[in-house]
C-alpha cells in the first residue's frame, strides 16, 4: 500500500491498515485504466498495476488466485 502511513496519521494512529488487490483478467485491467487515466498516468498505472507490493490477494469474479 503506497500510502499507509499518511492512513495510520489521519486515523489517529491507532490503525492497522491492510492492503487488498482485487484481481481481474488483463482486457478488464487495460478497459479500466484506459477509462481513468491518460497520456504519462496510464503507462504509470499500467506499471504500478502488475506489482502490487505487500497486499492480501483475493481473486475477483471469475479469477483465480
Known amino acids: 500500500m503506497l500510502e499507509s502511513e499518511l492512513v495510520t496519521r489521519a486515523m489517529g494512529g491507532r490503525t492497522r491498515v491492510v492492503g487488498v488487490l482485487l484481481t481481474a483478467g488483463d482486457a478488464t485491467v487495460a478497459a479500466r485504466l484506459g477509462a481513468r487515466e491518460r497520456g ?17 490477494r483475493t481473486a475477483g469474479p471469475n479469477r483465480r488466485r
Open 40 to 56: 504519462s498516468g496510464l503507462a504509470e498505472e499500467t506499471v504500478r498495476s502488475g506489482s502490487p507490493g505487500q497486499v492480501a
